[in-house]
């Protein structure tokens, strides 16, 4: 378009329409960069999008080769059984031609694991002896530590319903549909949903004692992420210690939720994200994550000023990892926290000029002392990739199931997930401690 062939009210009215269309564009593009930064943001780690990595391999030299297992690999051979069973299987005729006559050059010897065909459930009748106690004349149920006192259904069967859910993460429609085709065994979803409701209930004594030690640990890892429960925002909580996991769901993201579950008092050593109610820990040492920095820093390295800021911030990281690869003395691991929180500082100075990087300065300045808790303390790491870790199944079963519908879900999924988890920490025999657990309190 010719400005000079236009009239002075032609112009005008051009340069409006431009300013609305200016206008739409602006906000398209503050609606896509709010889509994008729920996928490419500081709290989200890379492996949520593996899509948006660089290839790794374009500048490394790829072998023509095998890669070969790793260290202390035990193999896929799995070795034979012992047993009497044999099935010899005689030709019949030849693939190519259907000829008849053939001669046998040789014989290969396999072995197969099957399982029965059809494996039905068995009914049991089950007559119980209602007592009165000839002392304090209360009347009981005689129990056997193998039969469930409530429901139509045994230990096993129950067990197997838990590793459905929990395991595989089945929904409740497709594990009532494995049993009836795997067991012929017709059970309605909401049966599925009773027996997982009992066992539950049965946990709640191990649950309260997994929460004690929580309190009690000297080292706690912990994370929280949304869940939509009811249609309202509530956030799962993971407090890992060394040896065990505690979940817990709520309506909160405050202070009040570590205050319910540490106590005002809580003395150990935390080691979290920046999220502001993690400060409410005043009497802990508390270690920010490392890895939530640097995904920060990295969003600044379009700039040049940025670029350079999150370089001095990778470099002190691995000084850190460098530093704690070695048996250290307290005096020694003092006087390098000193050194390192020193120039952090120095860093923070320099890169506050820049308007690019004024936000992470703010954000690492104002826990200044936190960032080496690590260096200060032997056996403390620096990211919280462990809680990451441990909220990790989580959130694979958000995409699942989308949400609670109940209340009572949060408290049936914190109490048997908590468990498991920290069954699984402990590499214990699920199977073998989840039996336990029901037969101690069901049966």
Not at 48 to 73: E, Q, T
Not at 167 to 172: D, E, S
Not at 248 to 265: A, Q, T, Y
Request: hydrophobic share 35%; charged share 30%; proline share 3%.
């Amino acid at each position: 378009m010719i400005l000079q062939t236009l009239s002075r009210e032609e112009i005008i009215q051009e340069y409006l329409e431009l300013e609305k269309e200016n206008e739409k564009l602006k906000k398209q593009k503050e609606a896509l960069e709010k889509e994008l930064r729920k996928y490419k943001n500081s709290n989200t780690p890379p492996s949520a999008n593996p899509h948006l990595k660089p290839s790794s391999f374009k500048n490394v030299d790829v072998k023509n080769h095998r890669r070969g297992a790793p260290n202390g690999h035990t193999g896929i051979t799995k070795p034979k059984i012992e047993t009497l069973l044999e099935r010899h299987i005689f030709g019949q005729e030849c693939p190519n031609c259907q000829s008849k006559t053939f001669q046998v050059v040789g014989q290969k010897i396999q072995q197969q694991e099957e399982i029965p065909k059809d494996i039905q459930p068995e009914a049991v009748n089950i007559t119980r002896d209602i007592c009165k106690c000839d002392t304090c004349h209360i009347k009981f149920l005689a129990r056997d530590n193998q039969t469930p006192i409530q429901g139509k259904f045994g230990i096993n069967l129950i067990v197997l319903i838990i590793f459905l859910k929990y395991i595989v993460r089945g929904v409740l429609r497709k594990t009532t549909c494995f049993l009836d085709v795997s067991f012929a065994l017709k059970i309605a979803p909401a049966s599925v949903q009773a027996i997982i409701e009992r066992v539950a209930r049965s946990g709640e004594k191990e649950y309260a004692t997994l929460k004690s030690k929580i309190r009690m640990a000297k080292l706690l890892y912990i994370d929280e992420t949304s869940f939509s429960v009811l249609g309202k925002n509530w956030w799962v909580w993971v407090f890992r210690s060394d040896t065990d996991i505690l979940l817990v769901i709520r309506n909160s993201r405050g202070n009040n939720v570590l205050e319910e579950i540490l106590g005002k008092e809580y003395t150990g050593i935390i080691v979290c994200d920046c999220w502001r109610a993690y400060d409410f820990l005043s009497n802990s040492s508390i270690q920010r994550c490392w890895a939530h920095l640097l995904r920060k820093s990295k969003e600044l390295c379009e700039t040049v000023a940025g670029s350079h800021f999150h370089e001095k911030l990778s470099v002190l990281f691995d000084e850190i990892r460098k530093f704690n690869a070695k048996e250290r003395t307290e005096k020694q691991r003092a006087l390098k926290y000193k050194k390192l929180t020193t120039k952090l500082q120095k860093i923070l100075v320099h890169y506050s000029r820049y308007d690019e990087c004024e936000n992470v300065t703010k954000y690492i300045n104002f826990h200044i002392e936190s960032w080496f808790t690590c260096v200060k303390i032997a056996g403390v790491q620096p990211t919280n990739n462990y809680a990451e870790q441990a909220i990790r199944e989580t959130v694979l079963v958000r995409k699942i199931i989308g949400a609670f519908r109940s209340e009572k879900g949060t408290r049936i999924y914190e109490t048997l997930s908590s468990l498991i988890a920290t069954w699984q920490l402990q590499k214990l025999d699920i199977k073998k401690e989840l039996t336990k657990m029901i037969s101690k309190n069901m049966c």
